[in-house]
């Protein structure tokens, strides 16, 4: 039985799941090609997901207009994200029920749509590829030093979500945090952000690790 998806225990996965709005078959299917890992027994367990699949729900709801499809051929994916894909992603944004929480935006006001595979490494404008983030989040992200394999984008989206969902209270005693949540005081933010970002530096050497043994096996 699988004890962790990478460096996060299962349990926690599975909430992470949850929180990206996944049903069963997104689910096993996101894991196999970002960490290729088989999970579909542990779905049929312990992931009580929406029975529909999201994206294809909003999609159906709201097609894409004849316009914003012929602006495919003659714009760049810049542009048209800029254009068209923006005003999209908030209309999802506002259509998915993410509750009272954004796991990204904690003690900070999301501000950036990020593309989670980059435009630059072929990534696209698609709902799947964009997450609503702070600039803090969104800088921290793109320090991934394999920025340019799609695996590793998406594992870190996953990793920083579960340290500010599920390693809060691990990471106050590592780091000897003094928090008061008080939600106005610029040092907590960045204490914070020190300890975060310190995190996402040990996750990023772990992956660089990960691939540099599997080239070394290759070769």
């Given at each position: ?50 029975n ?43 259509f998915i ?14 501000e ?37 394999i ?12 579960y ?25 907590i ?11 996402m ?19």
């Amino acid at each position: 039985m699988l004890s962790k998806i990478g460096p996060i225990p299962l349990t926690e996965y599975i909430d992470c799941l949850n929180a990206k709005n996944f049903n069963r078959d997104m689910a096993v299917k996101y894991t196999k090609k970002i960490y290729d890992k088989d999970i579909s027994d542990v779905a049929k367990l312990h992931i009580f997901l929406v029975n529909s699949n999201v994206y294809r729900e909003f999609e159906k709801q709201n097609p894409i207009s004849k316009t914003a499809i012929q602006a495919l051929k003659t714009y760049n994916p810049r542009e048209y994200f800029s254009h068209y894909t923006c005003r999209r992603f908030y209309k999802f944004f506002a259509f998915i029920d993410v509750g009272e929480f954004d796991q990204l935006t904690f003690l900070m006001t999301a501000e950036h749509i990020h593309h989670i595979y980059p435009l630059t490494y072929g990534g696209t404008n698609k709902l799947e590829n964009l997450i609503y983030v702070s600039e803090f989040n969104h800088k921290l992200l793109h320090k991934n030093p394999l920025e340019n394999i799609e695996k590793y984008d998406f594992q870190a989206i996953d990793y920083l979500w579960y340290l500010y969902s599920k390693k809060l209270p691990e990471l106050i005693s590592k780091y000897n945090l003094k928090l008061t949540f008080d939600k106005s005081s610029s040092f907590i933010k960045n204490q914070f952000k020190n300890c975060i970002e310190e995190e996402m530096k040990i996750f990023y050497d772990y992956i660089v690790a990960l691939e540099n043994n599997k080239q070394q096996k290759y070769y």
